[in-house]
């Protein structure tokens, strides 16, 4: 691991069938928890600006920062797709020294 490669890149790189697995698995993750994320964040946010405080207190407040921690993980599983991805292509396009 002389190349600057973390563990797990390097892991990645000796295991690709489960760096595959991985990628597709972060794939349907990240397409996952991404779905209608805008639309659930923009009418949180309406809810907020339109009732202020009081929605803050009836769950708006805890409701929003839910979604954020769905948007972090989202893109979590994003970042390891493309991850796995970058693995893949380039153990496909260049041969080991």
């Known amino acids: 691991m002389h190349d600057g ?3 797990l890149h390097h892991w990645l ?8 697995a991985l990628m597709t698995a972060s794939f349907v993750l990240f397409g996952c928890l991404s779905l209608d994320l805008v639309k ?18 009836d769950g708006g407040l805890q409701q929003l920062l839910e979604l954020w921690l769905s948007a972090f993980a989202a893109i979590a ?3 390891l797709f ?5 693995v893949l292509v380039h153990g496909l396009s260049y041969r080991r020294r």
Do not use: D
């Open 13 to 20: 790189s000796q295991h690709r069938m489960a760096c595959f």
């Open 77 to 79: 599983a994003y970042l």
């Open 82 to 86: 493309k991850l796995c991805e970058h």
């Open 40 to 57: 659930l964040v923009s009418a949180n946010a309406s809810l907020l600006g339109a009732h202020g405080w009081q929605a803050l207190q």
């Open 5 to 7: 490669h973390s563990k």
